[in-house]
């Protein structure tokens, strides 16, 4: 998958570190604003709430959401970039934080440089969902029949450099497949068509295709992340489908202003550390197809930086320029 496994790096933070309180005791001291670089209602919102509303009662302050969407999430990560380093500004991305440093190179900021990572948060893979026209039950059916029809099918994705366009993209190149690309402005409207068969199929997050897939409106053939999804453990991977290595899920992670105090960052990672644990969380998240992870703030910067790195190498040989 995009993410970069990075097995025993991602350790369970422990809930009380040793000279935090000390250096952040004062802290917060007024509310904190928690950017979503994303219209309400997407996955990244659903996880922002849950994970603002019990933050702030660990807190002991009010942790208010901002959605700040548009421009493929660079108009609330820049803002969140240029927000005082004071612990009171926040931002949840996901994986197109690292696809952005590519596919936008005029973009107002760096990644690495302007933002400080905190925790990994969860991650969810995409599922292959088809339309129910299709003849192909399973994975390796489809593989097969798609293979015979070199340039024939048709695939929906969210945009040009969307995750459900670059991950259709790792999978043509690993798989040796060439499908017709057919680009909407977002993934819900690419999913409502081919849920109404104008589009053959689409690779596209669990929490967005489920409802489609248990009303038979669709039919699900696999998820893209290297291991099966607790979420639904019947489907196999693509990996295990005849695409040895083949790996793709989408990471959430909490991020704040570089130079943001270590103590004040090592006080946040706590925070989400102690909040993935709770057994409500863990079910809320789970029900929507998100495996909450956690990490320390280093693990999450490599697993950052390794996506950075593999996703610029992909974004260039396909040649894929942003709209």
Do not use: C
């Not at 003849?135 to 340039?151: N, S």
């Not at 610029?312 to 894929?320: D, V």
């Amino acid at each position: 998958m995009s993410l970069v496994r990075i097995g025993p790096l991602i350790a369970t933070v422990p809930l009380f570190i040793p000279g935090v309180a000390a250096g952040a005791e004062a802290y917060p001291t007024k509310p904190i604003r928690f950017i979503v670089p994303f219209a309400p209602g997407g996955t990244t919102d659903i996880i922002a709430r849950l994970l603002g509303q019990k933050m702030s009662e660990d807190l002991g302050q009010q942790v208010i959401i901002d959605n700040r969407g548009g421009a493929g999430s660079m108009i609330g990560t820049e803002l969140a970039a240029k927000s005082p380093p004071d612990g009171h500004t926040m931002v949840l991305s996901n994986i197109g934080l690292a696809i952005n440093e590519t596919l936008y190179p005029k973009r107002a900021y760096d990644a690495m440089r302007d933002l400080a990572p905190v925790s990994l948060v969860g991650i969810t893979p995409n599922a292959f969902v088809v339309h129910p026209s299709l003849p192909t039950k399973t994975m390796r059916e489809f593989i097969v029949f798609a293979r015979a029809r070199p340039g024939e099918l048709t695939y929906a994705s969210g945009g040009i450099g969307s995750s459900s366009h670059l991950s259709m993209e790792l999978l043509q190149s690993m798989a040796k497949l060439k499908f017709v690309h057919v680009p909407y402005k977002g993934a819900g409207p690419a999913l409502i068509d081919v849920a109404a068969g104008h589009a053959q199929f689409q690779l596209n997050s669990m929490p967005a295709v489920m409802s489609h897939v248990q009303s038979k409106r669709l039919r699900a053939l696999a998820v893209s992340s290297a291991k099966r999804s607790p979420a639904a453990p019947e489907l196999p991977t693509i990996a295990e489908s005849g695409v040895p290595g083949y790996d793709y899920a989408t990471w959430y992670g909490l991020l704040v202003p570089a130079q943001t105090p270590k103590q004040l960052v090592a006080r946040l990672n706590a925070s989400v550390a102690k909040t993935l644990a709770l057994p409500d969380v863990r079910e809320k998240l789970g029900q929507g197809g998100v495996e909450p992870e956690g990490s320390s703030p280093e693990a999450f910067g490599k697993l950052v930086q390794g996506d950075i790195d593999k996703w610029r190498k992909i974004i260039r040989a396909a040649n894929i320029k942003a709209e």
